[in-house]
């Protein structure tokens, strides 16, 4: 059966929020299904494929949901859904929520290992995919729960089920559950540093009041906002589009089934965004595209998955005429940023300036650290997950008793009421027994006027345990050494014992299926080179 899920947030808050007006108290289909009536004729999906409106989105949905429901898809059953960026995968996602039944996206690019880790350890029942259905099919002969593989996009293969007979399947007679809103919806998949694959469940009004709200701050004149989404659905911070976008606010998803620079600022030019989510590698890309010609004008772009240097948020605004939103936030349930008025930079307080929590997204709080100059980051609030996914351990390690999540992340909050990112307390090289904050080496390098991004990391060394090595890309016709690197970092004011002891110029940097920066292809890039 399905792993089960319990909410860890006390029921008594959680009602708090819904009876306020804070969380909508609706599940997402329901939502989505208002926007539909309001609006049949708004653009809801803009794809390769062309547009689909809200009335056509909800008759592929009702169409889906009707032909999972004949496969033995039931209300509470987990659901994996592998798909690139696309009509399909909003699709998938409001089917499964129609049905009252748990989505489990994953970004493409998981190979059948990770699959079969969660979609066993969640207990899915179901899994579709799209090119990956015979390695999934294999996996499911080792999967108790997985009974039905749905094939998208292809012929089917023999033993799956085909995801163009489920479109076709007929809506008219299809009735909605409707489950609690306070219930599961989906499971987000973040890589942290576990050696598997983190899962955690989000409820309805998690995803469209606690996250839904974090998106209306960022909406100044409250219209359905065009969003561009350069990050995989099936990510973390994917899950701000087809249950934040569209179910809560009403709007449109711009989507490409594979990102490049050129191709996303061609679709900023055709399809005219007003607001642009990606992780700063891809804009550092897009920005070395960008050209003279100037973009048209967008409300924000919203850049989240790493840290963004002064550098690339100036450029950018620059570039594209419009703020540039560092948002700190993650799959296990904090989120903060600036706003539109912040500009992202140094002020010469400690780490880097977040901006001050908004308790209609999470409260967030410094909680002391022993032998710590900084304290951890603790969150809690109304988009504050239900728990973490087959991992009773990770309940037990990062949430509390009260409902908080112990985000492992180091900081403080201002005199203002600023939160301040300091640095984490796994992400550290232990050289020679001396810790380094990669977090603070990072923010050094790329303060260099001929870097355009860099990600630090630790390498085995068998005198030190590990030393430092940082991965460059240079600016455009720009090079640099070690030594030349080292010497900027003293005048930063870096300790020389955090200096890092190799470097590597690279292209650009390697991103995961959830585009993050890849550091185990780093690690790999680095041995290869020494």
């Not at 490409?256 to 050129?262: A, S, V």
């Not at 002391?368 to 087959?390: K, L, N, S």
């Not at 900081?411 to 203002?416: K, P």
């Not at 991004?453 to 590990?466: F, H, R």
């Amino acid at each position: 059966m399905s792993a089960h899920l319990i909410d860890l947030v006390p029921a008594t808050l959680r009602r708090a929020w819904a009876a306020d007006g804070t969380c909508p108290d609706l599940d997402l289909y329901s939502l989505f299904r208002a926007r539909r009536v309001a609006a049949p004729d708004r653009p809801a999906v803009v794809d390769p494929a062309g547009t689909l409106t809200y009335a056509e989105l909800d008759l592929r949905v009702r169409a889906v949901a009707a032909g999972m429901r004949e496969l033995g898809v039931r209300e509470g059953d987990v659901v994996g859904v592998q798909l690139p960026n696309g009509r399909d995968a909003v699709t998938a996602e409001l089917a499964l929520a129609a049905l009252g039944a748990v989505a489990l996206p994953f970004p493409v690019g998981r190979g059948p290992g990770e699959a079969r880790s969660l979609l066993g350890r969640s207990g899915a029942r179901a899994v579709v995919a799209a090119g990956h259905a015979r390695d999934l099919l294999a996996v499911a002969a080792r999967l108790p729960t997985l009974r039905t593989v749905i094939a998208a996009g292809h012929e089917p293969p023999p033993g799956s089920e085909s995801w163009e007979r489920l479109l076709s399947a007929s809506p008219a007679a299809f009735v909605p559950a409707r489950p609690d809103p306070d219930a599961a919806a989906r499971i987000l998949v973040s890589s942290g540093s576990e050696t598997e694959p983190k899962m955690i469940a989000y409820s309805h009004n998690a995803l469209a009041g606690g996250r839904g709200n974090f998106l209306a701050t960022l909406i100044p004149d409250g219209r359905p906002p065009r969003c561009l989404f350069l990050v995989p659905l099936g990510s973390a911070f994917g899950s701000n589009g087809t249950a934040v976008t569209v179910a809560r606010h009403g709007g449109s998803l711009i989507l490409l089934d594979r990102f490049t620079p050129q191709a996303a600022l061609a679709a900023i030019r055709e399809h005219r965004p007003t607001h642009v989510l990606a992780v700063p590698t891809m804009i550092r890309m897009m920005l070395d595209q960008a050209g003279t010609a100037a973009p048209p004008p967008m409300t924000a772009l919203v850049l989240g998955g790493a840290e963004l240097d002064a550098a690339t948020a100036a450029e950018a605004r620059a570039v594209f005429g419009c703020p540039v939103v560092n948002l700190y936030g993650s799959a296990d349930g904090v989120n903060c940023h600036g706003g539109l008025g912040h500009l992202p930079g140094a002020d010469g307080g400690p780490g880097v300036l977040v901006g001050p929590p908004d308790p209609r997204v999470a409260e967030i709080r410094i909680a002391a650290v022993p032998d710590e100059e900084f304290g951890e980051i603790i969150a809690r609030g109304p988009m504050t997950p239900m728990c973490y996914v087959g991992a009773p351990e990770l309940n037990r390690r990062y949430r509390t008793a009260e409902g908080w999540v112990r985000t492992g992340d180091l900081g403080t909050i201002d005199e203002a009421g600023r939160l301040r990112l300091v640095g984490r307390l796994k992400q550290v090289v232990i050289r020679g027994g001396a810790n380094i904050s990669l977090a603070e080496v990072e923010r050094a390098v790329a303060a260099h006027p001929d870097v355009r991004e860099a990600v630090c990391l630790g390498v085995p060394d068998t005198l030190m345990g590990e030393r430092l090595a940082a991965c460059v890309v240079p600016r455009g016709g720009r090079s640099l050494t070690l030594g030349g690197l080292t010497d900027h970092l003293t005048v930063q004011g870096l300790d020389r014992t955090k200096h890092p002891e190799h470097l590597l110029l690279i292209e650009r940097v390697p991103l995961t299926p959830a585009g993050k920066p890849d550091r185990d292809a780093l690690r790999e890039l680095i041995a290869r080179s020494r």
